[in-house]
Nanobody, 119 residues
Framework: QVQLVESGGGLVQAGGSLRLSCAAS????????LGWFRQAPGKERERVAA????????YYTEAVKGRFTISRDNAKSAVYLQMNSLKPEDTAVYYC????????????WGQGTQVTVSS
């Protein structure tokens, strides 16, 4: 039982940076693994990054490795995605998601926030 709300999206030029935030409700926030996904029109949803309950383990899709960083603050019930060196191909709606079981279903989703990278 968790609710997720993303923020921080916007329009940025190629090479710029954005930080996405996902605020979550629930005192059991720390029991969830968290992920960031993105979806561009006409394309399949892509898992961008994920982080384990304690934050010790992270995953990044190859396309964003070295540019994006996922982090979480369980005390604040928040997860972040720092995006640097943005490219036009990063343009998409970004969603945060949560799951209770490793490799289980991503059963909880935010509403999404638009990221647009120009040029």
């Amino acid at each position: 039982q968790v609710q997720l709300v993303e923020s921080g999206g916007g329009l940025v030029q190629a090479g710029g940076s954005l930080r996405l935030s996902c605020a979550a409700s629930g005192r059991t926030f720390g029991t969830y693994s968290l992920g960031w996904f993105r979806q561009a029109p006409g394309k399949e949803r892509e898992r961008v990054a994920a982080i384990s309950r304690g934050g010790a383990t992270t995953y990044y899709t190859e396309a964003v490795k070295g540019r994006f960083t996922i982090s979480r603050d369980n005390a604040k019930s928040a997860v972040y995605l720092q995006m640097n060196s943005l490219k036009p191909e990063d343009t998409a709606v970004y969603y945060c998601a949560a799951r209770l079981i490793i490799e289980g279903p991503w059963g909880y989703w935010g509403q999404g926030t638009q990221v647009t990278v120009s040029s």
